[in-house]
């Protein structure tokens, strides 16, 4: 595609419900990275993946944050049992590589926990 | 730890004026930065970008400069106008081998009419 789509724009939920995020990245780049920002804040590394493995998940809060990605492509980023803690916005990147390449960023999720 | 920090969380410039955004890095062997530009309920856009073997790097209206010595990295914005309003982040990845960006907490533009 053109560039990083993500899915749902906007997100509300409750309290211990579980949430499931997408992200498209730009086709041909083998790197993905899932970030968090909180209002105000900059962006927090979450989980790393470079085709379909994810040597890098230190970043992910709690064992309710998991991630896959398939194809090469699509990825998707669950949260399980949500709290409000949780809220924030959820950017996707993707880069044609990992080693100092450009990271190019989606829209982003806005998730809201009530 | 490492970071990446700026020096003004706002800055208030005039249109017309150049824009002046500061970051300090504290990795000397950090070898790619980058200066992202995030619009409200947008993600982050890539503006420009250097390396660590150049000083200076311009683009359409925006230049870095990287200065190693003092760890010190600048977006200069010329002729700003009101579509520059943003927030600014600058990142820096590690040295080369590795992925991660480390970003800052980003500062405010404000353009004023």
């Known amino acids: 595609g053109a560039g990083v789509s993500q899915s749902p724009s906007n997100k509300v939920t409750e309290k211990g419900k579980d949430v499931e995020l997408r992200c498209d990245p730009i086709?041909?780049?083998?790197?993905l990275y899932w970030y968090r920002q909180s209002l105000g804040q900059g962006l927090e590394f979450l989980i790393y993946f470079q085709g379909n493995s994810a040597p890098d998940k230190s970043g992910l809060p709690s064992d309710r944050f998991s991630a896959e990605r398939t194809g090469g492509s699509v990825s998707t980023l669950t949260i399980q049992r949500t709290q409000q803690e949780d809220s924030a916005v959820y950017l996707c990147?993707?880069?044609?590589?990992?080693?100092?390449?450009?990271?190019?960023f989606g829209p982003g999720t806005r998730l809201l926990v009530l | 730890g490492e970071s990446v920090g700026l020096h003004l969380p706002t800055l208030s410039v005039q249109e017309g004026d150049n824009s002046i955004i500061n970051c300090a890095y504290s990795?000397?062997?950090?070898?790619?930065f980058i200066w992202y530009k995030q619009e409200s309920g947008k993600g982050p856009q890539f503006i420009i970008d250097?390396?660590?073997?150049?000083d200076k790097r311009q683009g359409q209206r925006v230049t870095v400069l990287l200065n190693k010595t003092v760890k010190h990295l600048s977006l200069q914005i010329a002729a700003t106008q009101p579509g520059d309003s943003a927030v600014y982040f600058c990142a820096e990845t590690l040295p080369s081998g590795t992925y991660k960006y480390i970003f800052g907490t980003g500062t405010r533009l404000k353009v004023l009419a």
């Open positions: 990147a993707s880069s044609l590589g990992p080693r100092g390449e450009t990271q190019y």
């Open positions: 250097i390396r660590s073997n150049m």
């Open positions: 086709s041909g780049h083998t790197a």
């Open positions: 990795n000397s062997a950090s070898d790619y």
